[in-house]
T-cell receptor, first 117, second 114 residues
């Protein structure tokens, strides 16, 4: 397996524009996580899905952020409209198996570095 | 709720020095515990893990022992190298009811100088 794949690796956009980040989890994993990492706040969990259903979105900072998982092999994180304070590295991670596992590690993608100017 | 606390960095050591990064956790039930490492410009990757009390996880010369009585999982390495410079995250994964959610500590930055 190629691991968790995120695209794009880098994104520079102007304030007010819509930004869509994409993630392909590891095949067979049933949990998917979106994290944001900044120097100020460290690694923050934004939202996580289990079996394509959002379980906890309490980390989503505001209504400008939305995430979807239309099927087991694809997820998006959208910011609309984007603001300079959204600049960060966004990571997607996946874990778990077909049978809900006891305790499993998360596998991370390489991240998307977002810069909003 | 579940949480992870780890020592603040940055930590700067000379090559071949002994490393300890402290980690303590709060959790219901019996979580699994992990150490992740993040090299510059990369995502997090699993370094080692322990799934039950008194287990010792080890990898690449790093070790950590699951101490239920002190709710700790301290990371140690006997002799660090420049290539160990990275950010280290302690994490836990709750029991089945938490849908495999992984909770991370804030991370500890390590710099090893020659």
């Amino acid at each position: 397996d190629a691991g968790v794949i995120q695209s794009p690796r880098h994104e520079v956009t102007e304030m007010g524009q819509e930004v869509t980040l994409r993630c392909k989890p590891i095949s067979g994993h049933n949990s998917l996580f979106w994290y944001r990492q900044t120097m100020m706040r460290g690694l923050e969990l934004l939202i996580y899905f289990n079996n394509n259903v959002p379980i906890d979105d309490s980390g989503m900072p505001e209504d400008r952020f939305s995430a979807k998982m239309p099927n087991a092999s694809f997820s998006t994180l959208k910011i609309q409209p984007s603001e300079p304070r959204d600049s960060a590295v966004y990571f997607c991670a996946s874990s778990g198996g077909q049978i809900r596992s006891m305790n499993t590690e998360a596998f991370f993608g390489q991240g998307t570095r977002l810069t909003v100017v | 709720g579940d949480s992870v606390t780890q020592m603040e960095g940055p930590v700067t050591l000379s090559e071949e020095a002994f490393l300890t990064i402290n980690c303590t956790y709060t959790a219901t039930g019996y979580p699994s515990l992990f150490w992740y490492v993040q090299y510059p410009g990369e995502g997090l990757q699993l370094l080692l893990k322990a799934t039950k009390a008194d287990d010792k996880g080890s990898n690449k010369g790093f070790e950590a022992t699951y101490r239920k009585e002190t709710t700790s999982f301290h990371l140690e390495k006997g002799s660090v190298q420049v290539s160990d410079s990275a950010v280290y995250f302690c994490a836990l994964s709750g029991p089945k009811t938490s849908y495999d959610k992984v909770i991370f500590g804030p991370g500890t930055s390590l710099s090893v100088i020659p």
